[in-house]
């Protein structure tokens, strides 16, 4: 297991980034700025052990993707602030360089749930 973290809760708006024009989330270490909190799911802090790449598998709360690409800069927020953008696009490269970029079915908001894992393998 690269990375395993638990979801301990979410901002008022984290949800809003989850609809067809946007269709990303954004994950912080739960210790994430107020202002950063608002907008993001967090999670427990853990380590990175290996650095996700294209192939690689990410699960969240159960629901498994393939991830497509990786953005360097996703990287290195992923292993200092467990920070990035998790996006359901599907599309071959990303957009911005802090983004995960994964290719399956969006999650909806009912899917997601406190407890539930962030995985990459």
Not at 16 to 39: S, Y
Request: overall charge negative; hydrophobic content about 35%.
């Amino acid at each position: 297991m690269k990375y395993q973290a638990e979801i301990t809760g979410w901002g008022d708006f984290a949800m809003d980034f989850l609809n067809p024009t946007a269709n990303f989330i954004i994950i912080f270490n739960e210790d994430a700025p107020p202002e950063l909190a608002e907008i993001s799911f967090l999670h427990t802090k853990c380590e990175l052990k290996e650095e996700p790449k294209k192939g690689d598998k990410f699960r969240i709360c159960g629901k498994e993707y393939t991830i497509s690409d990786v953005g360097w800069e996703a990287i290195n927020t992923l292993r200092e602030l467990g920070h990035c953008t998790v996006s359901f696009k599907g599309l071959d490269e990303v957009e911005r360089p802090g983004i995960i970029e994964l290719i399956g079915e969006p999650m909806k908001p009912e899917e997601f749930y406190v407890g539930g894992k962030i995985e990459i393998e």
